[in-house]
C-alpha cells in the first residue's frame, strides 16, 4: 500500500516537472523568437538568423513557434539579399564611373583582322619591329601583351621583368608562327590570360621604378623598358582589371536581384501561413 502510493506521487510529481520544463522551454524559446524579429526590425539579419538556428536547435519540440519563425527566416533572406544587392549596385556604380574616368586614356585600333584597343599614347603602327612590351585589349575586355624584339635575335619564347628586387615572367610560348612569329623582321611574342597576367600587374606596380626587361630564349637580352611603355601598360592593365571587376559585379547584382525575387516569395508566402502568436 505504501508503495503504490509512494508510486503513485512520484508519477504526478514527475509529470509536473514536465509540464513545468515544457512551459519554460516555451518560454525560452519564444524569447529568441523575439529577439530574432527585434533584429530583422534593427536590420541586423545575420544576428536574426543565427538567433533562429538557435532556436530551431535548441528547442525542436516547440513546433508552433519553428513554424511561426519560417517568416522570420523570409524576411531575414529578404533583408541580407536587399542589403547584398544594395553593395553590389553601388560597387557597380563606383566601378563605371571609375572606368568611365579612364575612356580618355584609352584608344580603339581599327585593325583588319579585329579592333583592339591600347593606351592613348601607344602608336601599335610603329611597335612591331621595336624592342619592348605593349599591352592590348581585346573587344570584350581580355588583356594580351605583345612582346617584340627587332634589333638582335634569340629566338624568345618568354620575357621576364625586374624592378626593386623582385621579379616577373609570362609564361613561355613555343615558336609556332602565330603567337610567336618571326617572319616580320622581328621576334614578335602574343601572351595571354594567366601567361601574362602576373607581368602586367608587376609592371603596372612599379611603373614609376626603373625596370629590366629580358627577352628569353636560346639566348637572353635585357635592355630598360622605356618609361612610357611601362605607363601604357600600366593604364591598360588598370583599364583591363575595371571591366573585369564590373563584369563580376553584374554578375553579383544579377544574383542577389534573383535571391531577393525568391525571398520576398518566400516571405509572402509563410505570411499567409504564419499561425497566431499563443
Known amino acids: 500500500m505504501f508503495n503504490a502510493a509512494t508510486k503513485t506521487i512520484a508519477g504526478v510529481m514527475l509529470a509536473a516537472l514536465v509540464a513545468c520544463s515544457g512551459d519554460n522551454e516555451k518560454k525560452l524559446a519564444q524569447a529568441?523568437?523575439?529577439?530574432?524579429?527585434?533584429?530583422?526590425?534593427?536590420?541586423?539579419?545575420?544576428?536574426?538568423?543565427?538567433?533562429?538556428?538557435?532556436?530551431?536547435?535548441?528547442?525542436?519540440?516547440?513546433?508552433?513557434?519553428?513554424?511561426?519563425?519560417?517568416?522570420?527566416?523570409?524576411?531575414?533572406?529578404?533583408?541580407?539579399?536587399?542589403?547584398?544587392?544594395?553593395?553590389?549596385?553601388?560597387?557597380?556604380?563606383?566601378?563605371?564611373?571609375?572606368?568611365?574616368?579612364?575612356?580618355?586614356?584609352?584608344?580603339?585600333?581599327?585593325?583588319?583582322?579585329?579592333?583592339?584597343?591600347?593606351?592613348a599614347s601607344a602608336k601599335p603602327a610603329e611597335f612591331i619591329g621595336s624592342d619592348g612590351l605593349q599591352a592590348r585589349l581585346s573587344p570584350d575586355g581580355q588583356l594580351y601583351i605583345i612582346s617584340s624584339l627587332g634589333s638582335r635575335k634569340v629566338k624568345s619564347t618568354a620575357v621576364a621583368v625586374e624592378s626593386t628586387g623582385e621579379r616577373a615572367e609570362t609564361s613561355s610560348v613555343a615558336h609556332d608562327g602565330e603567337r610567336n612569329d618571326r617572319s616580320m623582321g622581328a621576334e614578335v611574342i602574343t601572351f595571354m590570360g594567366v601567361e601574362c597576367d602576373s607581368l602586367a600587374n608587376f609592371i603596372a606596380a612599379h611603373a614609376a621604378d626603373p625596370i629590366t626587361l629580358t627577352f628569353m630564349g636560346e639566348k637572353n637580352y635585357s635592355m630598360t623598358l622605356t618609361k612610357s611603355q611601362a605607363e601604357e601598360i600600366a593604364v591598360v592593365t588598370r583599364y583591363a582589371t575595371l571591366l573585369r571587376r564590373g563584369r563580376a559585379a553584374v554578375v553579383e547584382k544579377e544574383k542577389q536581384q534573383r535571391i531577393l525575387d525568391t525571398a520576398r516569395s518566400q516571405a509572402a508566402r509563410t505570411f499567409t501561413e504564419e499561425a497566431p502568436a499563443e
Do not use: C, F, W
Open 32 to 119: 529568441l523568437y523575439d529577439q530574432a524579429e527585434e533584429a530583422i526590425d534593427a536590420a541586423h539579419y545575420s544576428t536574426a538568423v543565427m538567433l533562429i538556428d538557435s532556436l530551431k536547435t535548441t528547442y525542436p519540440r516547440q513546433i508552433d513557434i519553428r513554424r511561426r519563425a519560417l517568416h522570420l527566416t523570409a524576411r531575414a533572406g529578404e533583408g541580407l539579399a536587399l542589403q547584398r544587392l544594395q553593395s553590389a549596385d553601388s560597387l557597380l556604380a563606383a566601378i563605371t564611373a571609375e572606368s568611365e574616368a579612364m575612356r580618355d586614356q584609352i584608344k580603339q585600333v581599327d585593325n583588319p583582322v579585329e579592333k583592339y584597343y591600347v593606351a
